[in-house]
Nanobody
Framework: QVQLVQSEGRLVQVGGSLRVSCVAS????????VGWFRQAPRKEREFVAA????????KYADSVKGRFTISRDNDKSTAYLQMNSLQPEDTGVYYC?????????????WGQGTQVTVSS
């Protein structure tokens, strides 16, 4: 199994950038695909991005394409979500999650969440 610990969140101005990280421990990190999700106040949790085991494949929600970049460094057992051109609608709690499969994932392991607030 793998344990996931996320970086602290912060307040960001509209148009700003933020990188959140997700550090894994326990099992071999490269055995897992990683996804990022977010949950805005009073809304359901939604998919943001995912990356395959070696980082060769990625996928994004339409709402973040061209602004967000998912990446990973397996040597550091860390996944990242780089968020640029942030907008108020990007506000929410961001979660990283791990799954054995990339194409049809079941995310069984979750980070604790990172609060991202985008303010105008």
């Amino acid at each position: 199994q793998v344990q996931l610990v996320q970086s602290e969140g912060r307040l960001v101005q509209v148009g700003g950038s933020l990188r959140v990280s997700c550090v894994a421990s326990g099992d071999r990190f490269s055995a897992y695909a990683v996804g990022w999700f977010r949950q805005a106040p009073r809304k359901e949790r939604e998919f943001v991005a995912a990356i395959s085991w070696g980082g060769g494949s990625t996928k994004y929600a339409d709402s973040v394409k061209g602004r967000f970049t998912i990446s990973r460094d397996n040597d550091k057992s860390t996944a990242y979500l780089q968020m640029n051109s942030l907008q108020p609608e990007d506000t929410g709690v961001y979660y990283c999650a791990a799954a054995y499969d990339y194409d049809v994932p079941t995310y069984n392991w979750w980070g604790q969440g990172t609060q991202v607030t985008v303010s105008s």
